[in-house]
């Protein structure tokens, strides 16, 4: 039988001696109620993503993905700073198009098809990610089909809100030729 006059004691000496897993694990928590995709999901929501994340750190100059090769996962930066580029077709050189920092994602497109990847990503210094693949999003739907549905709602407006963007990049440019032309 638990003696209940030693549970305060013991609940002071877990929080006094932390565990470091428990600590990361919160903070990867925070991290995630914080990120575009996972906001409007609850504590306990967000520990069962948590588990379906591949958590990576990769190297300085090693590549998250790279161009041309299929799809298959949303890369949340916890920690880092990532090159986002393209190849140039004239000279075979590479052209950096962005660079993103920690507290961002990328490869968003890829939870919605497996088509070949515009631009390559390469981390630029240590770079720690937190990788949601398409498969688990999936396999979600039919597990916890209301938190997926989240996910994906986030997902439509942060491609709408791209494509409202690059939709005025587009008319902003084509005013400024024939402003030229004129």
């Known amino acids: 039988m638990e003696n209940k006059e030693n549970k305060p004691l013991a609940n002071l000496y877990g929080y006094i001696f932390k565990d470091e897993k428990n ?24 520990k069962k993503v948590l588990q379906k994340l591949h958590i ?4 300085e ?3 998250l993905f790279e161009f041309g090769n299929p799809g298959a996962a949303l890369f949340l930066i916890e920690e880092g700073e990532v090159s986002i580029e393209i190849p140039d077709k004239l000279d075979g050189s590479t052209r950096v198009v962005t660079t993103i920092g920690s507290n961002t994602f ?13 631009a390559s990503a390469r981390a630029l210094k240590t770079t720690r990610t937190l990788a949601l693949y398409r498969n688990d999003l ?5 597990t916890d089909p209301e ?8 997902l439509a407006q942060v491609l709408g809100k791209r494509l409202m963007t690059t939709t005025k990049m587009i008319n902003e440019q084509k005013k400024e030729q ?3 032309a004129a």
């Open 178 to 180: 024939a402003k030229n």
């Open 61 to 63: 100059d090693e590549f």
């Open 23 to 46: 600590t990361q694990e919160m903070d990867t928590l925070d991290f995630l109620a914080d990120s575009t995709f996972f906001k409007k999901l609850s504590r306990r929501q967000l």
């Open 106 to 118: 990328l490869g968003e497109i890829a939870l919605l098809n497996n088509d070949e990847r515009t």
């Open 147 to 154: 938190i997926a549905s989240v996910i994906y709602q986030s």
């Open 56 to 59: 990576r750190t990769f190297r």
């Open 138 to 142: 999936v396999g979600m739907t039919k």
